[in-house]
């Protein structure tokens, strides 16, 4: 049961993104209750996303499954709301560009190796997430005084310039994976 306990909670961050999407929509900049649902839906998951790495070390249930959906879900959780907020709140839409070029990147290398290995999350591309997700939270709170999206605006360009760091070692990453596997696949021959 432990076990599952983990990709249960990555598997209920994806399912909040549509939930957290939809509020931001109806809401439509309004900064009713919608808005608030929808921060309350996101702290939640981006708490999830660290309770579930904690419990799979703690538990030892570390899984090649959370290890690629992990990621996947943090991906769709920050992609989806930063883009109604792009949408919604006039959010300049460039830092928006920069992550899903660096994430679909990351995640189509991930995936082209992931039969020979699993690339985890890096501790760059953990700070990457927890800037993305300090400024997600920062802008989505109702009601606070225009400094306060200033600072969530910088929280968002530092995820940003750690996003085009850890992309460039992501690929490094992947490029050396597939190389060893293809030099592991000739020396078999």
Same mark, same amino acid.
């Given at each position: 049961?432990?076990?599952?306990?983990?990709?249960?909670?990555?598997?209920?961050? !994806?399912?909040?993104?549509?939930? %957290?999407?939809? #509020?931001?929509?109806?809401?439509?900049?309004?900064?009713?209750?919608?808005?608030?649902?929808?921060?309350? *839906?996101?702290?939640?998951?981006?708490?999830?996303?660290?309770?579930?790495?904690?419990? @799979?070390?703690?538990?030892?249930?570390? &899984?090649?499954?959370?290890?690629? $959906?992990?990621?996947? @879900? /943090?991906?769709?959780?920050?992609?989806?709301?930063?883009?109604?907020?792009?949408?919604? /709140?006039?959010?300049?839409?460039?830092? #928006? $560009?920069? #992550? *899903?070029?660096?994430?679909?990147?990351?995640? +189509?290398?991930?995936? %082209?190796? @992931? &039969?020979?290995?699993?690339?985890? =999350? &890096?501790?760059?591309?953990? +700070?990457?997430?927890?800037?993305?997700?300090? =400024? #997600? *939270?920062?802008? !989505?709170?109702?009601?606070?005084? &225009?400094?306060?999206?200033?600072?969530?605006?910088?929280?968002?360009?530092?995820?940003?310039?750690? $996003?085009?760091?850890?992309? +460039? /070692?992501? $690929?490094?990453?992947?490029?050396?994976?597939?190389?060893?596997?293809?030099?592991?696949? =000739?020396?078999?021959?």
């Amino acid at each position: 049961m432990t076990g599952t306990v983990p990709n249960a909670l990555t598997a209920l961050r !994806l399912i909040v993104v549509p939930i %957290a999407v939809v #509020l931001l929509v109806v809401d439509d900049g309004a900064e009713g209750p919608a808005r608030w649902w929808a921060f309350v *839906l996101v702290a939640l998951a981006a708490a999830t996303d660290w309770l579930d790495g904690y419990l @799979a070390r703690r538990w030892e249930v570390v &899984s090649a499954f959370g290890k690629l $959906a992990d990621p996947i @879900a /943090d991906k769709a959780l920050v992609l989806g709301v930063l883009a109604c907020l792009v949408v919604v /709140d006039g959010i300049p839409w460039w830092p #928006l $560009a920069i #992550l *899903l070029v660096r994430e679909v990147g990351v995640t +189509i290398g991930r995936l %082209a190796v @992931a &039969s020979e290995v699993v690339i985890p =999350a &890096s501790r760059g591309g953990k +700070i990457k997430t927890t800037l993305q997700l300090t =400024a #997600l *939270l920062m802008f !989505l709170v109702p009601g606070f005084p &225009s400094w306060f999206d200033t600072i969530a605006w910088w929280v968002l360009v530092a995820a940003a310039v750690v $996003a085009i760091v850890t992309g +460039i /070692d992501y $690929a490094r990453t992947i490029r050396d994976a597939a190389r060893a596997h293809r030099e592991g696949v =000739a020396g078999a021959r």
